[in-house]
Nanobody
Framework: QVQLVESGGGSVQAGGSLRLSCAAP????????MGWFRQAPGKERERVAA????????DYADSVKGRFTISRDNAKNAVYLEMNSLKPEDTAMYYC?????????????????WGQGTQVTVSS
């Protein structure tokens, strides 16, 4: 049963931009940390970015800092990943995930609800 639905992937040239979206049921969105992960063929899954319930606690992988921005829209129960200055090494399947939180709403780093993924391909 798919509860998180990603969209916005596609093919772009290096230097281009894409915006990924993740739609979540209200009961998940309002109670969970939300994150974006990616996995390229033959590589381990990598956490790209995460955002806590309040939206102030944000963390990025070093490989995307300064290029990617994660945000959440409480009115739409949606999480976004704005990706700029894309590189061929950003090519991967991107997954949205929801995870547990601490009492203060910050992300624990444990994710148990996943979307089916959206493909991002960056050509040189």
């Amino acid at each position: 049963q798919v509860q998180l639905v990603e969209s916005g992937g596609g093919s772009v040239q290096a230097g281009g931009s894409l915006r990924l979206s993740c739609a979540a049921p209200r009961y998940i969105y309002s109670t969970r940390c939300m994150g974006w992960f990616r996995q390229a063929p033959g590589k381990e899954r990598e956490r790209v970015a995460a955002i806590d319930i309040g939206g102030a606690g944000i963390d990025y992988a070093d490989s995307v800092k300064g290029r990617f921005t994660i945000s959440r829209d409480n009115a739409k129960n949606a999480v976004y990943l704005e990706m700029n200055s894309l590189k061929p090494e950003d090519t991967a399947m991107y997954y949205c995930a929801a995870g547990s939180i601490f009492a203060n709403g910050r992300c624990r780093g444990e994710y148990d609800v996943w979307g089916q993924g959206t493909q991002v391909t960056v050509s040189s």
